[in-house]
């Protein structure tokens, strides 16, 4: 059985909007908590190139994004 881990920042109500990580042989898995049964399978590699475009430190918060 895969174990989800949710986002601390999400809280622990259930019915939270979030993404939910596992670990599943080779390759990580994201889902929306919204949508557990759309799971999406990602490399080391993805999941950082995924993080490196939307968290932008020199930006502010972890979902500033630039423009343009």
């Known amino acids: ?3 989800w881990q949710k986002s601390t920042y999400a809280g622990g109500a259930d019915g939270n909007s979030c993404v939910e990580l596992a670990h599943a042989d ?3 898995l994201l889902r929306e908590g919204d949508d557990p049964d759309r799971i999406l399978h990602v ?3 993805g999941l950082a ?3 490196q475009v939307t968290y932008r430190p020199s930006h502010g918060s972890p979902n500033s994004r ?3």
């Open 66 to 68: 630039r423009s343009g």
């Open 43 to 45: 490399t080391r590699d």
């Open 26 to 28: 080779d390759s990580l």
């Open 1 to 3: 059985m895969v174990q």
């Open 49 to 51: 190139g995924l993080l």
